[in-house]
């Protein structure tokens, strides 16, 4: 008796119908392999290449204002990880040390987190909290546009809002201490001068 061995389960063929192979080799085997060569060939054309931003690095130092308060980014890196790089950036309001927001943007899937850290001063219980939103290109195709990305996302909140107003406000009084300004009562939304009622 002659046995044939089929190249891909390695099982003798001898006696399998002639219809049910190719050459020595079981239909089903060869079937089954071009068909999972054809699924890893696919798999490879819709996996995306990661966003790489080669110039994250250059936010640092950029100022920007919001609502009348003015911010400075002081720190931009880059984390490399499997599921693609994570950029982050910290933006400080202009004269402090302590960052307002931290913004973190997931390459692999364009999410941009906007953490943001309420001052002490504001309110000592406040917890820092999250604004989420999913971006394009675009709006990392430069620093300006990304920078208006990230004031959007600042605008989006309306206890964001009221954050902004309160730097904004505690920085006019150390820009106008003692040149005859004096401060607007209201700082809270309740009766006009901030909350939604801004817009």
Not at 116 to 138: A, E
Request: proline share 4%.
């Amino acid at each position: 008796m002659k046995e044939v061995i089929c190249a891909y389960c390695g099982k003798d063929t001898y006696n399998v119908d002639i219809e049910y192979l190719i050459g020595g080799n079981h239909l089903s085997c060869v079937l089954m392999d071009q068909l999972s060569d054809a699924i890893e060939k696919e798999k490879k054309m819709n996996k995306k290449k990661p966003v790489e931003i080669s110039n994250w690095s250059k936010l640092v130092g950029n100022k920007f204002d919001v609502m009348g308060a003015s911010f400075t980014i002081r720190d931009a890196h880059t984390d490399s990880l499997d599921e693609g790089n994570v950029y982050a950036a910290w933006v400080h309001a202009t004269d402090d040390n302590e960052p307002f927001v931290r913004v973190t943007l997931f390459a692999d899937n364009m999410d941009m987190q906007v953490k943001v850290v309420p001052p002490l001063d504001y309110n000592g219980n406040m917890t820092p909290y999250d604004l989420s939103s999913t971006i394009t290109k675009h709006h990392i195709s430069n620093p300006s546009i990304f920078i208006q990305t990230i004031a959007e996302a600042l605008l989006s909140d309306s206890t964001t809002r009221d954050l902004l107003l309160y730097v904004s406000r505690k920085q006019d009084n150390i820009r106008f201490k003692g040149r005859g300004y004096s401060n607007p009562t209201g700082i809270s939304g309740s009766n006009g001068f901030g909350g939604n009622n801004l817009w």
